[in-house]
């Protein structure tokens, strides 16, 4: 069965909805940080089914952002599976998600191949009780998964005894641009943390024919960064929002949620652009749950015996963490040399603060999937109040 698009429609938004929630909730403390949109609202969806109709299933439904009259499971079910199996094929991604389970409960057969087949996700019966024994198992997972790109996700100085239940979700991109910044012009530049603050970093340089707009509604501007791989029905490209002179970032991100990817890429027009962007990668790891509670999810994160739709007997269970590992690599690297054009063009320098977003493209979306979301600051914990 696929999904009619009416009701991919809905997921969209829903997805959309929970990106912006959850980027403002992050920005909470002005600083570095990058999450997947897609991976934690897939996991939700987990956490949707699984106590469908009951209180947890009502907050759940709020967090995430999922309407139960609205889409059926095998609905949400097919909605993920279509996008996983396209992400799954990229040359540049890594992803991993697995769900730890207390081997005191059981899942329901027919849950747990729903996860298998349609979510790509595996589920793992575990002794919480030996919780170094569960670390080896998370870390041995996610280092298999990504070719041991992402090792260790969790360290044993942050792992507690958990108990009943535990989501992973990790996530590694390291994508070649269409077109390469010349490594050749790759130089030490200023970067304006404020106006009075400014750090030394390293700044790639480029001009090309690149998709470029003016974003007046939340005082910014927005380049599209295509990544090399990809065609008509998948692509990836980074989105960098970059604030105008006479504005904050904090100011752009309290319009931002006003904005949808899919309006974005209608506004914008390809044109000759200069640009300079920082070279940085940037890795976000740790419990989202955190994040996840101040934005309502209370009672899920509390023993109860709301998953009935997921284990196979009713018991007390609880969402104990969501551990997150989330990397990415911002370099020079390109399939294509940049040529050489005579000519200015539109400016886009990014010497200071700005948010991106990772997002993928397809005739089967009917907006923009967010894959990441982040906020460039230069250094990990820069106070920029």
């Known amino acids: 069965m696929f999904i ?118 595996d589920v793992e019966s575990v002794t919480f009780s030996k919780p170094r024994k569960v670390l080896a198992r998370i870390n041995e997972y996610t280092a298999s998964k990504t070719g041991n790109l992402m090792h260790p996700t969790v360290y044993e100085d942050e792992f507690f005894a958990f108990e009943k239940l535990l989501a992973v979700n990790v996530l ?3 994508g070649k641009w269409k077109t390469e910044f010349p490594p050749k012009y790759t130089s030490i530049k200023d970067f304006y943390l404020k106006k009075n603050i400014v750090v030394p970093i390293h700044m790639m340089h480029l001009k090309a024919e690149l998709n470029y707009a003016s974003l007046p509604q939340i005082d910014a501007t927005v380049l599209e960064l295509p990544y090399e791989e990809g ?13 105008d002179k006479h504005t904050t970032l904090e100011n752009v991100e309290s319009k931002f949620y006003k904005l949808y990817f899919g309006d974005v890429l209608e506004a914008m027009f390809s044109t000759l652009v200069s640009v300079e962007l920082p ?5 976000e790891r740790g419990d989202f749950t955190y994040h996840l509670e101040e934005m309502g999810l209370n009672r899920t994160l509390q023993r109860t015996n709301d998953f009935d739709k997921m284990v196979k007997s009713p018991t007390e269970l609880e969402l104990a963490a969501m551990g997150i590992q989330f990397f990415i690599d911002v370099h020079e690297e390109g399939a294509n040399q940049a040529p050489e054009i005579i000519g200015d063009g539109k400016q886009f320098i990014a010497n ?26 230069a250094f990990y914990d820069v106070i920029l109040k």
């Open 172 to 174: 590694y991109l390291r």
């Open 352 to 377: 200071r603060p700005f948010m991106y977003a990772v997002i993928c493209k397809s005739h089967i979306l009917d907006e923009p999937l967010p894959l990441l979301m982040g906020r460039y600051t």
């Open 4 to 121: 009619k698009q009416s009701q991919a429609q809905n997921l969209d938004r829903n997805l959309r909805d929970f990106a912006m929630k959850t980027y403002q909730e992050m920005t909470e403390g002005s600083r570095k940080f990058l999450f997947s949109p897609f991976l934690i609202h897939m996991t939700g969806a987990v956490l949707h089914l699984g106590a469908k109709g009951s209180k947890s299933g009502v907050e759940i439904d709020k967090c995430f952002h999922f309407d139960p009259n609205k889409n059926s499971e095998i609905e949400i079910a097919d909605y993920f599976y279509r996008r996983l199996s396209y992400l799954q094929t990229s040359k540049f991604v890594r992803f991993a998600n697995r769900i730890y389970i207390d081997e005191g409960n059981e899942m329901k057969d027919k849950f747990n191949t729903l996860l298998n087949e349609k979510f790509l996700l």
């Open 279 to 283: 070279r940085f990668s940037h890795e």
């Open 231 to 243: 065609d008509e029905k998948w692509s990836m490209s980074m989105l960098v929002f970059l604030p």
